[in-house]
């Protein structure tokens, strides 16, 4: 959900909350383009092996679909904690973990639980906008916290912001969407620190894309922390966006309070039986994660050489421009768009998003931008 650039809205006759008018659904275009490099999914179809495994788990799952699906998700987040504990050399068990449809429904499901109407939280923008939604279509109050001209936070200035604003809850994104920059451990402990000083409060660190960090995750900080949560999503490294599978790491006391708002039955048997083969296949799916890193750092080397400027990037994606002008970036948009390249035109300005994809779709893009930075001069 974005803010309208129309007066009027098809629900101004409905009696809809206030905070809700004038905005427009969250969403990029889908276009039928020949490269499609603008919602950072993975370009890599799941492996035969691991379509073959869906099939055989889903089949199982079918024969008991007269049933509710296991309500506390056992099986699926004992797997989801041992791949975390494997990939980050940081134990946690079941009970650290909780699982939902999406990262999205993770965020949902923790505002409900500590955040609402009357509480207030805050996030460092530009930055993933569904935690600005989400947080109004909860009831709560949004606080755009500062970043820095080159994208960063600078912890002086974000700390003095949470003790004057005292959020109930913190949002920190690393690596950050849309720009790709990660967070230092530093920089999440101070900003921790100064949200438990001005009153208790939930500090989530969304980590959707860091299987493509230069970084380590920062889940080892949960240790000792019970107000941090680490939320994480198969979307990216695992290629399943279309399976919407989001989990979350923390104390076992904030597993246990989403739990007073999620829905009955929230993941069916044929989502948590899928998320299960899935992760039989981690290594393969992590593989394709490897080449997707080469090509992403292959697009900055290239971007640069042309003659943009690119934002260091920990994630699936480049962040570049810059683009003059009010409109610069939405122009530079649609003339590569013109040459069959669909990239992301989210409202930083000056700048467009590109995700990376194959080789093949990767040359494509650098022959548009190479095009129209000639075009430009």
Do not use: C
């Not at 379509?51 to 989801?80: F, G, Q």
């Not at 683009?323 to 990239?343: C, S, T, Y």
């Amino acid at each position: 959900m974005t803010d309208s650039r129309s007066t009027t809205s098809p629900w101004d006759d409905l009696p809809i909350r206030d905070e809700l008018r004038g905005k427009s659904p969250y969403g990029a275009p889908q276009l039928d383009v020949p490269v499609r490099l603008n919602t950072n999914e993975n370009p890599y179809p799941l492996p035969e092996a691991l379509v073959e495994r869906i099939a055989e788990r889903v089949r199982d799952a079918a024969r008991e679909l007269n049933r509710y699906p296991d309500r506390d998700a056992v099986e699926l987040r004992t797997e989801l904690a041992r791949y975390l504990t494997r990939t980050t050399g940081h134990e946690v068990v079941r009970e650290n973990v909780w699982a939902a449809n999406g990262s999205n429904e993770v965020i949902q499901q923790l505002l409900q639980a500590f955040a609402g109407p009357g509480r207030i939280a805050m996030g460092f923008e530009p930055s993933y906008s569904m935690h600005g939604l989400i947080s109004r279509g909860t009831g709560t109050g949004w606080i755009s916290g500062p970043r820095g001209d080159d994208f960063t936070i600078d912890i002086a200035t974000a700390t003095a912001a949470v003790a004057e604003h005292r959020p109930d809850v913190v949002f920190i994104t690393s690596p950050n969407n849309p720009t790709g920059t990660a967070v230092d451990a530093g920089t999440v402990l101070a900003l921790y620190e100064a949200a438990q000083a001005a009153k208790p409060s939930l500090v989530v660190v969304d980590e959707a894309y860091v299987e493509f960090s230069h970084r380590p995750s920062l889940l080892p900080l949960i240790e000792g922390r019970p107000n941090l949560v680490i939320s994480r999503t198969m979307s990216k490294a695992f290629g399943a966006a279309g399976l919407r599978l989001g989990y979350l790491a923390a104390h076992p006391a904030v597993v246990d309070a989403v739990q007073l708002v999620r829905l009955p039955y929230h993941l069916s048997a044929v989502t948590q039986a899928t998320a299960l083969a899935a992760l039989e296949h981690t290594d393969t799916l992590l593989g394709y994660v490897e080449q997707l890193k080469t090509e992403r750092d292959r697009l900055v080397t290239e971007l640069r050489a042309i003659g943009y400027e690119v934002t260091d990037s920990d994630a699936n994606f480049v962040q570049f421009g810059r683009f003059d002008g009010e409109d610069g970036a939405h122009k530079a948009w649609q003339r590569i768009l013109d040459r069959g390249v669909l990239v992301r035109d989210n409202g930083v300005p000056g700048r467009l998003r590109v995700t990376a994809g194959t080789p093949e779709e990767n040359d494509a893009f650098l022959d548009a931008v190479r095009a129209l930075k000639k075009e430009q001069h």
